[in-house]
């Protein structure tokens, strides 16, 4: 989804990673869509000792993971506002279908994305609702994403609390041994601890997160990171590498068709030529917005 984004305005004047207002925080990647466990088999509605609901109920799963999944897919090609829309309504079907794990990761998912938006108060709220939902399993998966949403919204505000929330993910990710889940982790680590300052700590997570990504030649998630470690580069006074991570982020990105991190990537390379070059600057500045600018007309005409 996983992975803050720089630009324009966004719904609630969010602030991005490099002090402009931003319509997401989108420099976190994402976790590996998590299976839904409560989603059973068909049922016969032959069958007499079937509940009349039993079919109808069934039907609510399947619509609630037809629309996690649509989430999913939509977060894959860089969009925010629709996974939010489609997390909240696999929630809602999950609840009403007695699915409660499954309805736990939709509001985990919901939480992550509302992270994405800026409304870090309102994702971390929800995120603490879904780590207190009862349940018995130490590793109960919706806790990671919950629990990486809830470091990174709190990161500025409680330090000390949210890299423990962090900590942990990152150790039920290595015990899980899932190497993708793991690079999310790193680099919302990395995020987090930048927001804290502690650049040095944060350039070393961002380090890892990518050395797994490459262990597991996993090109396309690198897009959601690339933006995000540069910021951090950039922060800790180290420019060419953060002109490097940006340039890279500005090839990948319209190859896999990824608008909202193309729009970063100028925006990244804007502020590291401005002192320099303020020509060029002002050439990536512009060709942000308008990468803004259409992918705004777009979803305004959308159906």
């Avoid at 630009?7 to 002090?19: D, I």
């Avoid at 994702?123 to 919950?146: F, I, N, S």
């Avoid at 982790?185 to 490459?214: I, K, P, T, W």
């Avoid at 922060?235 to 970063?264: I, K, S, V, Y």
Wanted: aromatic residues 4%; hydrophobic residues 45%; contains cysteine.
């Amino acid at each position: 989804m996983p992975a803050e984004a720089n630009g324009a305005a966004g719904p609630a004047g969010v602030t991005g990673v490099t002090g402009r207002a931003a319509p997401v925080d989108a420099e976190y990647g994402a976790a590996v869509p998590a299976e839904l466990h409560d989603a059973g088999a068909p049922v016969d509605a032959n069958d007499p000792v079937v509940p009349a609901n039993a079919n109808a109920e069934y039907g609510a799963r399947v619509e609630a993971e037809l629309a996690i999944r649509r989430g999913y897919l939509s977060w894959d090609e860089g969009r925010v506002d629709e996974p939010l829309e489609l997390f909240r309504q696999a929630g809602r079907r999950f609840a009403g279908a007695g699915a409660p794990t499954d309805a736990a990761h939709a509001a985990a998912a919901e939480a992550w994305a509302l992270l994405q938006l800026g409304h870090r108060a309102e994702a971390a709220r929800r995120a603490r609702a879904v780590l207190e939902t009862p349940h018995d399993d130490p590793a109960w998966p919706p806790a990671l994403t919950a629990r990486i949403t809830l470091g990174v919204a709190t990161a500025a505000e409680t330090p000390g609390a949210a890299a423990a929330e962090l900590r942990r993910a990152l150790a039920a990710a290595r015990a899980d041994g899932h190497l993708h889940n793991q690079a999310w982790c790193l680099n919302c680590q990395g995020v987090a601890l930048r927001e804290m300052g502690r650049y040095e700590e944060a350039l070393a997570s961002h380090r890892e997160a990518f050395a797994l990504l490459d262990e597991v030649f996993e090109e396309h998630w690198k897009i959601h990171f690339l933006n995000g470690y540069g910021e951090t580069c950039r922060l800790a006074g180290r420019a060419d590498q953060a002109l490097r991570l940006h340039r890279q982020a500005l090839e990948l990105a319209p190859r896999l068709g990824n608008r909202h991190q193309e729009a970063l990537a100028h925006e990244g390379i804007a502020a590291l030529l401005a002192p320099t070059d303020p020509a060029g600057a002002a050439e990536h500045r512009a060709a942000g917005r308008a990468v803004l600018r259409h992918l705004t007309e777009a979803a305004t005409a959308a159906p």
